[in-house]
Structure formats: C-alpha cells, structure tokens
C-alpha cells in the first residue's frame, strides 16, 4: 500500500476556485466509492469536508465539493476565502477494512 | 457533544511500547455503524492511518505496522486504548483517535486533539 498523491501545493485569490486532486489506484480510488476529504489548519485536528466521495457534511459550506474520474479524485472549493487556507488531506478505503491518506496538499489563500 | 480525548505519556524511550488510551464521551462505543481508528502524524507531515477496532473487538491494522501494533476496546469504560511496540524516532508523532463510520459508508467523521509523543531516551 502506497499513499495516495497529492500535489505539495496549490494557491488561489480569493472568490476564485481551486480544484485538489488525489491519485490512486484500482485497488482504492477508482475501487470504491468511498474518498473523504479533511482539512486541517495548523495546530489543529483533522475535519471532514466530503465523504463518499461528493457528500457534504451540513455544516461545511457548499462552496466545497467533491468528485471522482477514474482513479483520480477531486475536491473543489469555489469562492475561494481566507479562512480556506490549510492544508487537505484525501483519504480512500483500500478494502479488508484498510485505509489510504494522501500526502496532503497546502492550499495558500493568495 | 460528542467528544474523544486521547490520554498517555507524551514520552517514550526507544525500543519500549507507546501507550494511549481515546475515551469517547456523549455517547456510545459500542454502536452498531462506528468503528474507532487512530492515525498519526509525523511533525510536518502527512497522515497516516494506523487501525481500526469494532465494539465487538474486531481489529484491523495498517498492514507496514501490523507487526508491531495492538488496537483494543474496553466498552464498560467507554475507550479504545493503541500500543505500538519497539518505538524508534520514526514513531514520534501526533497521535490522533477518531470515529470511523462505516455500514456502507467509510470516513472519520468525528476527531479527537491529538496527543503529541516524542521518542527519546
């Protein structure tokens, strides 16, 4: 099992849209349907952003979304905010009850 | 309010085992849709998932750390508890415990803080 892959980083200007990928394989991403997103802000736990690949939690805004091509997915924040800037971490379920995070990628908030 | 809080030494001597305890409060662990995990966080990196356990004592584990991880559950009080033998510097870390959902879906959805564990003699 290998991490999923992130890019390090990615900026945008506020009220922009940004779009974060997370590559995997048949055996995680493009196998199930199950991709979470997390952000996490320095000094700070983890949050779940999407589940199952595009769902969102009620209280995240909808200005987050998700989707999925392939063994690629995708989470994409449009109207970029300042408080936006963290870093994100996708995660897959990799069968046998297993689990896969990404290597996160620092999204800055130009 | 639903809460996790991890618990246990934040220091560790090489080779010895790391201990930590998560007490989940404002509900029940033993739930028939959740499992309980705990992933770590090397300082400046990613994260990584460590295991899972089910209420009924059902484990699974990362399998690059299977070797040397224990993942168990005590429901009468409530917490699920990780020891990770013959710790090196490479273990040191934010340890996190957290709420796995799982009966069709799979995310965590609910987090404790973390406790920080440095491995030093």
């Known amino acids: 099992q290998s991490a999923l892959t992130q890019p390090r980083s990615v900026s945008g200007s506020p009220g922009q849209s940004v779009t974060l990928s997370c590559t995997g394989t048949?055996?995680?991403?493009?196998?199930?349907?199950?991709v979470s997103w997390y952000q996490q802000h320095p000094g700070k736990a983890p949050k779940l952003m999407i589940y199952?690949?595009?769902k969102r939690p009620s209280e995240v805004p909808d200005r987050f979304s998700g989707s999925k091509s392939g063994n690629t997915a995708s989470l994409t924040i449009s109207g970029l905010q300042a408080e936006d800037e963290a870093d994100y971490y996708c995660c897959s379920y990799a069968g046998s009850y297993t689990f896969l995070f990404g290597g996160g990628t620092k999204l800055t908030v130009l | 309010q639903l809460q996790l809080q991890e618990s246990g030494p934040g220091l560790v001597k090489p080779s010895e085992t790391l201990s930590l305890t998560c007490t989940f409060s404002?509900?029940?662990?033993?739930?028939?849709?959740?499992?309980w995990g705990w992933i770590r966080q090397p300082p400046g990196k990613g994260l990584e998932w460590i295991g899972n356990?089910?209420?009924?004592?059902?484990?699974y584990y990362n399998p690059s750390l299977k070797s040397r991880v224990t993942i168990s559950v005590d429901t009468s009080k409530n917490h699920f508890s990780l020891k990770l033998s013959s710790v090196t510097a490479a273990d040191a870390a934010m340890y996190y415990c957290?709420?796995?959902?799982?009966?069709?879906?799979?995310?965590?959805?609910?987090w404790g803080r973390g406790t920080l564990v440095t491995v030093s003699s």
């Open positions: 199952d690949v595009n």
């Open positions: 404002g509900g029940s662990i033993s739930s028939y849709s959740y499992y």
């Open positions: 356990i089910y209420y009924s004592g059902s484990t």
């Open positions: 048949s055996s995680d991403v493009a196998g199930y349907n199950y």
């Open positions: 957290a709420r796995l959902r799982g009966d069709f879906h799979w995310y965590f959805d609910l």
